[in-house]
Structure formats: C-alpha cells, structure tokens
C-alpha cells in the first residue's frame, strides 16, 4: 500500500506570501494519479490540481502543481485571504485512492 | 453541472448498518462517463476514501473497509447508495459523496452529511 505523507503539518503564513507544500509518496506515482485539494471548515473539499500539475476548472493561476515520481508541490505564487485553509494531496494507485494527512495554511 | 446531495439517518446504533443515499442531478449515472464514489472523513480528521464504481463496470473498495462495505445503484432514480456494516463508533463522519469523468481524482461534490454512531 502506498502512503502519502504531507508536510509541514501546519505552516503559518501572512497574505501576500508565497506558500510551498510538498507531498511525499512511499511508492512512486505517475502524475496521471495525482491531485491536490483545498477544504475549508464545514465544506467539502476542493479540486485544485489535477494530474500533478493541471488546474482545474475555475482555479485561479496563482496555484500551481508540480513534481514527478515520489516528491510533488503545491505552490501559492501569493497567498489571498480566501486561501487560509487545508490542503491535502491524493494520489490513484492500483484502484485505491488514498489522501495525504493534510498541511494546514494559516494566518500568522 | 453535477450536483450531489447525500441523504439518509443522522444516528446509527453501534453494530447496526449504515445507509446513504447519494441523489444526482444534472448528469445520469448510466448515461454519462462519470466515475461515481464515497469519501469519509472524521471529526478533525482526515480524508479516507471508501469505494467507487463506473456503471456497467467495476466497483472498488478501500481495502481495509472492503469486509463491511457495499455500493449499490438504482437508475430509476438516479442515485447511488453506500451501506456500511457492523458499525462503531469509528465511523461516525462526514460522508461525501463525489464524482468526476476521470477515475483518478473527483471534482464534484456533495455538500457532505454527519452520521453519528451512538447508542
């Protein structure tokens, strides 16, 4: 079974920012199968990023996927207020999802 | 635009069966290329994936849910439906039902539903 692993749990950030989060998979994992989501409290999660580094649609251009094999990042090129939030990473794998523990953005 | 509303008792008794119902519209589940699923996630916990299918094809399930774990279909309606075994306390969560044309990710969503499980 592969495992998603998130970090940093929590990163303290000021509007404006620039915000890396990085996902780490135990098994590597084509880009087709890897995708990002923000949630916020009391909401469903949201698509972000799909196949590593595709946006979806609606998502503004200051989000930004990257990475390949086992190591992918999320980037906020400058962090707006609405995007204070969880993020978390899920990757396909042999007919299993599995989602990333999350790292969660936060006003510093 | 898929939109997603699941439904079904708020309360469960510990060792009883679980049973929501995912109501759609704006898209046939029989009809249109979308991949169809379940996802739970606890109180301040994570999100943890339960099973999927594509109609006319297969269903998959988390495997460490798979023992207690059934999704079913009914066209006539239009919705999809999750039971869920044996339960604990455990599995009280937010249920998510989700969708999407690819199997790899989901974009649509439902707005979610709290099952408690409590005596």
């Known amino acids: 079974e592969s495992v998603l692993t998130q970090s940093p749990g929590t990163l303290s950030a000021s509007p404006g920012d620039r915000a890396t989060l990085s996902c780490r998979a135990s098994?590597?994992?084509?880009?087709?199968?890897l995708a990002w989501y923000q949630q916020k409290p009391g909401q469903a999660p949201r698509l972000l990023i799909y196949?590593?580094?595709h946006r979806a649609s609606g998502i503004p251009d200051r989000f930004s996927g990257s990475g390949s094999g086992t190591e992918f990042t999320l980037t906020i090129s400058r962090l707006e207020p609405e995007d204070f939030a969880v993020y978390y990473c899920?990757?396909?794998?042999?007919?299993?999802?599995?989602f990333g523990p999350g790292t969660k953005v936060d006003i510093k | 635009q898929v939109h997603l509303q699941e439904s079904g008792p708020g309360l469960v008794k510990p060792s009883e069966t679980l049973s929501l119902t995912c109501t759609v519209s704006?898209?046939?589940?029989?009809?249109?290329?979308?991949?169809w699923g379940w996802i739970r996630q606890p109180p301040g916990k994570d999100l943890e994936w339960i099973g999927s299918?594509?109609?006319?094809?297969?269903?998959d399930y988390n495997p460490s849910l798979k023992s207690r774990v059934s999704i079913s279909v009914d066209t006539s309606k239009n919705h999809f439906s999750l039971r869920l075994s044996s339960v604990t306390a455990e599995d009280t969560a937010v249920y998510f039902c989700?969708?999407?044309?690819?199997?790899?990710?989901?974009?649509?969503w439902g707005q979610g539903y709290l099952v408690t499980v409590s005596s």
């Open positions: 989700a969708s999407d044309r690819s199997i790899s990710w989901f974009y649509y």
């Open positions: 704006g898209s046939s589940i029989s009809n249109d290329n979308h991949y």
């Open positions: 299918f594509y109609y006319g094809g297969s269903t």
């Open positions: 098994q590597s994992v084509s880009n087709t199968y």
């Open positions: 196949g590593a580094s």
């Open positions: 899920q990757q396909y794998v042999s007919s299993v999802f599995t």
